[in-house]
């Protein structure tokens, strides 16, 4: 834990936090507690700073908190990518926020196992313990807007021109593609990646008629959570 998340109603009094929880054991066995000590700190969807050790025991710990500086910037990545495997979907998302993208959607294509719509990695509570150990991890306090689209077609004809639209620049992975990945600090970006086995040919034509521009690593097939790695950090 790089940051100690807050939320709003963990406040009893201005400045003033008691915590109880997984967070005060993860201070009190990892970080480890001292009278006076401080670590960084902040609030869901605010600001960061710094939170200093008041009292603690055994069982809780209460702390006096300063926040005065924003949150990182999000990268200006829009993250389209297809459901991966319920064991990877995590690993994903942690990497897609850690590397500070902001909105993220979620789609179906014909590689994409109907059943992994049904993963409980996919239920609310625990995609949002996914959220909050990424923004830790990385310091941030900003939640992500996640959307799913279950229908491959529709979204990329009635959608996705729109968010190409509105970007600097959209591609999608694909390992036989004629152009590299380029690099584009501070642009607005779209980026489509899709399955292990990649997109079909006619998803594949559906992407580049809506303006995304096919775009490679290199002829090796990588992994979902390690092809978005490498593309988030060539973009941007």
């Given at each position: 834990m790089n940051l100690?998340?807050?939320?709003?109603?963990?406040?009893?009094?201005?400045?003033?936090?008691k915590l109880s929880d997984r967070r005060f054991l993860q201070l009190r066995d990892v970080i480890k507690l001292a009278e006076d000590k401080s670590f960084r700190a902040g609030v869901v969807g605010g600001q960061v700073g710094t939170a200093q050790?008041?009292?603690?025991?055994?069982?809780?710990?209460?702390?006096?908190?300063?926040?005065?500086?924003a949150?990182?910037?999000?990268?200006?990545?829009?993250?389209?990518?297809?459901?991966?495997?319920?064991?990877t979907f995590h690993k994903v998302l942690h990497c897609a926020l850690t590397m500070g993208?902001?909105?993220?959607?979620?789609?179906?294509?014909?590689?994409?196992?109907k059943s992994y719509w049904d993963a409980s990695?996919?239920?609310?509570?625990?995609?949002?313990?996914?959220?909050?150990?990424?923004l830790e991890q990385c310091g941030d306090t900003i939640y992500p807007q996640i959307e799913y689209r279950k229908r491959f077609k529709p979204?990329?004809?009635d959608e996705l021109p729109q968010l190409v639209a509105g970007a600097d620049g959209a591609f999608f992975g694909h390992p036989r593609?004629?152009?590299?990945?380029?690099?584009?600090?501070?642009?607005?970006?779209?980026?489509v990646v899709g399955p292990e086995g990649g997109f079909n040919?006619?998803?594949?034509s559906l992407l580049e008629r809506a303006g995304v521009m096919p775009v490679t690593l290199g002829s090796r097939v990588l992994r979902t959570e390690f092809a978005l790695a490498a593309l988030l950090a060539k973009l941007s």
């Open positions: 100690l998340l807050l939320n709003e109603t963990d406040f009893f009094a201005p400045g003033l936090v050790v008041v009292e603690f025991n055994d069982s809780e710990v209460t702390l006096q908190v300063r926040l005065d500086h949150p990182p910037p999000d990268n200006g990545v829009t993250l389209i990518c297809a459901l991966p495997r319920p064991q993208v902001k909105t993220l959607y979620f789609i179906h294509s014909r590689k994409v196992e990695v996919l239920a609310p509570d625990a995609v949002d313990k996914e959220i909050r150990l990424a979204f990329a004809e593609a004629a152009a590299k990945v380029p690099s584009l600090p501070g642009k607005r970006l779209v980026l040919e006619f998803e594949n």
